[in-house]
């Protein structure tokens, strides 16, 4: 798979990808960002920001803020009601679309080079 085709499609599943994790708990940028570039989703921590501010003007998340023992008041992240709406939404379509992804490229078999045919 070309760099391009992978930036694609980790650019597509980011933004559920965050409202998963909030779905779980609210979390500070540095939390988030590391789950995500620990998983390949993002290069790094300025990349989150941004995606942060697109899901906070659309009502998806939500932020507050809160004395830390180790440091600076951070700034925490939670999902909204409508987060909640849109991640679900995903779920459901998801599935199904992954599952006929994967039936029409085949699964990979290491045994056989499919670059030639």
């Not at 998806?60 to 992240?77: I, T």
């Not at 199904?96 to 670059?115: E, H, I, M, N």
């Amino acid at each position: 798979m070309s760099e391009d085709v992978g930036a694609q499609l980790r650019k597509g599943v980011v933004e559920p990808c965050i409202l998963g994790l909030l779905a779980r708990e609210p979390m500070y940028g540095w939390q988030l960002s590391e789950q995500l570039v620990g998983h390949g989703m993002i290069a790094s921590i300025g990349t989150l920001y941004p995606i942060l501010g697109r899901l906070r003007a659309q009502g998806l998340v939500s932020s507050f803020d809160e004395a830390s023992p180790a440091g600076p008041v951070r700034k925490f992240y939670e999902l909204t009601d409508a987060g909640r709406g849109r991640l679900a939404a995903f779920r459901q379509q998801w599935a199904p679309f992954s599952a006929t992804v994967l039936q029409l490229v085949g699964p990979l078999d290491p045994r056989k080079d499919d670059s030639h045919d």
